[in-house]
């Protein structure tokens, strides 16, 4: 996603109704030693914006990971602000409290904002997106960067390191 393009999707975050994030266990509840963030409803506009986006790279995916993708489960835009983390887990799941991640096969991350790790001008320091691809015990590092699309299996352990000043937007979003 270019960058004014970004920018205007963060404008509508700052000015969007924010709520806690959960995590989906037996039930959706807010469990603070494992996640904290805020995710942040926007216009319908927004969203469609964010959706043609997404929905144009689909054939590239699709076509990397050699799988058919028919569908996404839905944007969720969130933020991390000061101490925002989310300790290592997976996206795919046979929840009762939400059917559909038992479909996620791949995990979208659209980054909105830079790291100062990688842009001097960026918006946060820390919010690493860890990788530990077949749970190895070294993870793959992913350090954001404005406009950066990060796609993995959706079963795939990862977590993101707490933010340490800032704030870390981000779009996230599952194929299937």
């Known amino acids: 996603m270019d960058e004014a393009t970004c920018r205007r999707v ?22 603070e030693d494992v996640r904290s963030a805020c995710h942040i409803e926007v216009p319908p506009a927004v969203f469609e ?22 569908g996404r489960e839905g944007v969720n835009l969130l933020r991390y602000e000061p101490g925002g983390f989310y300790k290592p ?19 979208v991350i659209l980054f ?3 790291s100062r790790a990688v842009d001097p ?10 990788l530990f691809p077949n749970g190895e015990d070294t993870p793959l ?4 960067r404005r406009g950066m699309l990060v796609v993995f299996p959706a079963d795939t352990l ?13 779009v996230v979003d599952w194929f299937s």
């Open 141 to 144: 590092e992913i350090i954001p």
């Open 10 to 31: 963060q404008a509508a975050m700052d000015a969007g109704v924010r709520e806690p994030t959960e995590v989906i266990g037996d039930d959706m509840t807010l469990v």
């Open 112 to 114: 909105l904002e830079s």
């Open 89 to 107: 887990h997976v996206d795919r799941a046979d929840l009762p409290a939400w059917p559909p991640a038992a479909r996620r096969a791949l995990t």
């Open 158 to 170: 990862h977590e993101v390191t707490p933010v340490a000043d800032g704030h870390r937007d981000t």
């Open 49 to 70: 914006l964010i959706d043609a986006h997404l929905d144009a790279q689909r054939l590239a995916v699709a076509t990397f990971f050699q799988w058919r993708l028919d």
């Open 121 to 130: 001008a960026g918006g946060f320091t820390g919010g690493v997106l860890r």
